[in-house]
């Protein structure tokens, strides 16, 4: 090379990198046909690092701070031609800049449902979803393993893989747990945590390391769902048997008092006692000391309130203590 090719180039005398958009992971500097400057500064701030990477190989790595650059600074690098020879820089590598900060509030979720065999349900498939950060901590890794010799490497080009990382280990820990779903379902930040704990290996693989991992929701399918939902329900009505007899009982006078309907026809005189016959056999309800149904009993006063000869605040009255009955 001559020297008017020389005083032709171009020579960088700073280098550093100021992020101007969330999402970038990785940036390399924009040499083109320049070369850096023996004594160039080399900026590296408080949430970056930098490589040196010459001929496809790192040479070496830097963390925050200020740096000059030359020959003696970098001995990896003291093969290159120096300034002594044909004028030319001694730096023709490339720089890496890689942000080191907290990558927050990234998102994940089930694209279908996960099947696992749940000793309590069986075969369950499950839906869940949630966030988690993290941050490039080992950048020789990163380089080596994700992002290469690319200008520009993003946090979305790595969403893919990590969702699929965590969806694993969500499925694994599911799948060799003996811990019911519904307690699973319960305790999902101490879920979190576990698969958190899976997870950090496979990101240090990667240069990265998982900072916090959230279950913000766990769902069945509607199908279970309906059934859990039945079974809550009987839970709190408690004394199944008990509400029964209590439901029918409520219901005797509102049938009675529809008189246009089936329903007041049916406890009329005939297939009223009938009726109430068989719910109080269906039911377990005994005879009263005097051997008459207190159904029946509430079918009568009711027709005396309808006649008159019965207040309607006597009749709720006598309903309560024989419905007191009926319950226990």
Do not use: C
Request: charged share 20%; proline share 3%.
């Amino acid at each position: 090379m001559g020297i008017t090719d020389f005083f032709k180039k171009q020579f960088v005398d700073v280098i550093q990198w100021t992020e101007v958009q969330d999402g970038v992971l990785v940036f390399r500097f924009p040499f083109r046909d320049m070369e850096i400057q023996n004594g160039a500064q080399l900026t590296v701030r408080d949430t970056q690092m930098a490589l040196f990477v010459d001929q496809g190989k790192v040479a070496d790595r830097f963390g925050p701070g200020l740096y000059k650059l030359t020959t003696q600074n970098l001995p990896v690098l003291t093969d290159l031609k120096n300034w002594d020879k044909a004028f030319e820089s001694p730096f023709k590598s490339d720089v890496y800049f890689f942000s080191t900060r907290l990558q927050i509030d990234q998102k994940w979720g089930t694209a279908t449902p996960v099947t696992i065999r749940d000793k309590e349900f069986g075969a369950v498939r499950f839906r869940a979803y949630g966030i988690y950060s993290y941050k490039l901590e080992d950048p020789v890794k990163f380089y080596t393993q994700v992002s290469g010799t690319r200008e520009v490497y993003l946090v979305g080009d790595l969403e893919g893989q990590l969702r699929g990382l965590l969806i694993s280990a969500l499925s694994n820990l599911f799948g060799k747990s003996d811990i019911p779903f519904l307690d699973m379902a319960a305790n999902q930040l101490g879920l979190g945590k576990l698969i958190g704990e899976a997870l950090a290996p496979e990101f240090a693989r990667l240069g990265l390391k998982l900072d916090s991992l959230m279950i913000q929701n766990i769902s069945l399918p509607d199908e279970i769902q309906a059934k859990l939902d039945e079974r809550i329900s009987i839970g709190i009505i408690g004394n199944l048997g008990t509400y029964a007899k209590y439901q029918a009982a409520q219901s005797i006078p509102l049938a009675a008092s529809n008189e246009g309907g089936a329903a007041g026809a049916g406890a009329g005189l005939g297939a009223g006692i009938a009726m109430g016959q068989t719910m109080a056999a269906a039911m377990g309800v005994g005879a009263t000391a005097a051997g008459e149904n207190p159904l029946a009993v509430i079918e009568r006063l009711h027709e005396l309130v309808k006649k008159g000869a019965l207040t309607q605040e006597e009749f709720e009255a006598k309903k309560t203590e024989l419905l007191k009955k009926i319950t226990g």
